[in-house]
C-alpha cells in the first residue's frame, strides 16, 4: 500500500507540532505502508533531518554558480520548466501535481487544508486530519471566513475518514461540521522528547510557562493568579519559551510589578527544552482549549510534575497524572493548587512522577502508525 502525503506543513512551519507530528508517523510506519512526502524544498528541522531535503532558494541559489547574476532567475524557470517542476513558491506543489497526476499512490494525505488536490484524485480517497477546532470554537479571534474555517467545512465530507487527535476533538467536530461519528478515528499523539537534556540554566526556582500566549491560552490570567505564589514565595520566579515579551505584555507584568520575576527563555533544541522543564519545581498549562497538547507528555518525559487546566482534552490526556486547577475570568484556585504541590513530601513528589511515567505509556508514535496504517488500509 502506497501513502502521499504533501507539502503544506512543512512549507508552513519551521517548528511545529503539526508537522512534526506527520515526520513521526511517517518514520514510525510499518512496513506494509510506503509512504512518500512530496517536499523538495523546506525550512522545517524535522523533514529536513528524516530526507534531507534542501533549504528554500537552495536549488536557485547553486544554479550554475552561487552568484546572482542578470537573467539568472530567467534561466532557472527555463530549467524548471524542463523538468516539469517550477521553482518555488511553486516548487514544492508542482512536484506534488506531477506524483498526483502520475497515479503511483493508493491513499492521499494532505498535512493542511488546502484543496488544491481534489481534481488530482480520480477516485482515489483522501484521508484528513484536524489537529484541533480552535478557529472554529474561536471565531472572534480568526474571523468566519478563516481559512481553515473555509477549508474544514469543505474537504471533511469529502474525505474517507478524518483524524482526530483526541475525543475531545472528535466531538467538536462532529457538532460543528456535522460529520457522522464512525468517519471519525482518534489516534494520539506520541512523544518525540530526547531521554536526556543539558544542564540547569536557572539557579533559582521557578514555573515553567512553554509555548504562544494569546488568545485563548490565558497568559494574562495566568499572571493575575499566580501573583499571591510570587508574593508569598520570594525566591521563586517564571520562565516562559516561545516568542519574546511584547510591550503590550512588559507593560502587564510591569504593572502589576513582577517585570523582575518573568523570564523570558529562547529555546534552540530540545534538549535545552527538556533542561527546562526537569529543573522546574512544575509545567503549568493554563490554557482554554487544546487538540491534545503535547507538551504535557514533555512534561512527563522530562519528570515534570504538571498543573492544568481543568478543561478541554486535559483530563482526557493527563487522567490523574496531573493537579488540576480552575482558571477563568471570575476566579481561580490556582494559587491553592500550587500550595498543594509545594507541600508535598518527597515521596508525594516522586509518586506523582511515577504517574506520569506510567501514564506516558500510553502514548507511542509506533502505535499510532499502526493505527494510521489500518485507517488506510480499510478505505483502500
Not at 354 to 372: C, F, G, V
Request: hydrophobic content about 35%; charged content about 25%.
Amino acid at each position: 500500500m502506497k501513502v502521499l502525503y504533501d507539502y503544506q506543513i512543512f512549507s508552513q512551519q519551521k517548528y511545529g507540532g503539526i508537522s512534526r507530528c506527520f515526520v513521526e508517523l511517517y518514520k514510525h510506519m510499518p512496513c506494509s505502508c510506503k509512504a512518500t512526502i512530496a517536499v523538495r524544498e523546506t525550512e522545517n528541522v524535522y523533514i529536513q533531518e528524516l530526507i534531507g531535503v534542501n533549504p528554500i532558494g537552495y536549488d536557485y541559489e547553486h544554479f550554475i554558480c552561487k552568484r546572482h547574476f542578470y537573467g539568472k532567475g530567467h534561466l532557472h524557470l527555463w530549467y524548471d520548466k524542463l523538468r516539469k517542476v517550477k521553482y518555488y513558491p511553486d516548487y514544492n506543489r508542482n512536484y506534488l501535481s506531477y506524483l498526483l497526476r502520475k497515479g503511483d499512490f493508493d491513499v492521499f494525505h494532505p498535512t493542511f487544508f488546502d484543496d488544491y488536490f481534489l481534481p488530482y484524485l480520480n477516485g482515489k480517497p483522501f484521508v484528513l486530519t484536524i489537529h484541533d477546532m480552535i478557529p472554529e470554537r474561536y471565531p472572534q479571534y480568526f474571523g468566519k471566513d478563516d481559512f481553515q474555517i473555509v477549508m474544514k467545512k469543505k474537504l471533511a465530507p469529502l474525505a474517507s475518514a478524518i483524524i482526530a487527535v483526541s475525543e475531545n476533538t472528535k466531538k467538536d467536530i462532529i457538532r460543528i461540521l456535522n460529520i457522522p461519528e464512525e468517519k471519525i478515528h482518534v489516534i494520539y499523539h506520541g512523544c518525540s522528547f530526547p531521554m536526556e537534556g543539558g544542564n540547569a540554566k536557572y539557579s533559582f526556582p521557578y514555573i515553567l510557562f512553554v509555548g504562544e500566549r494569546g488568545l485563548y491560552k490565558n497568559f494574562s490570567l495566568f499572571v493575575r493568579h499566580v501573583l499571591p505564589v510570587l508574593k508569598h514565595y520570594r525566591e521563586i520566579n517564571i520562565v516562559c519559551t516561545g516568542r519574546p515579551f511584547d510591550l503590550k505584555e512588559k507593560e502587564m507584568l510591569n504593572e502589576y510589578g513582577v517585570g523582575d520575576r518573568f523570564y523570558h527563555h529562547w529555546v534552540t533544541n530540545d534538549y535545552e527544552l527538556f533542561s527546562l522543564y526537569h529543573n522546574a519545581i512544575c509545567f503549568v498549562y493554563p490554557s482554554e482549549y487544546e487538540g491534545f497538547g503535547i507538551p504535557i507528555l514533555e512534561a512527563y518525559q522530562a519528570e515534570c510534575p504538571v498543573l492544568l487546566n481543568n478543561a478541554s482534552c486535559f483530563p482526557e490526556i493527563a487522567g490523574d497524572a496531573a493537579i488540576y486547577f480552575n482558571l477563568d475570568k471570575d476566579g481561580s484556585d490556582f494559587a491553592n493548587k500550587v500550595e498543594l504541590l509545594l507541600s508535598l513530601s518527597l515521596e508525594e513528589r516522586q509518586s506523582l512522577i511515577d504517574k506520569q511515567k506510567d501514564r506516558l505509556k500510553r502514548y507511542s508514535w509506533e502505535n499510532s502508525a499502526k493505527q494510521m496504517a489500518a485507517i488506510y488500509q480499510s478505505i483502500v
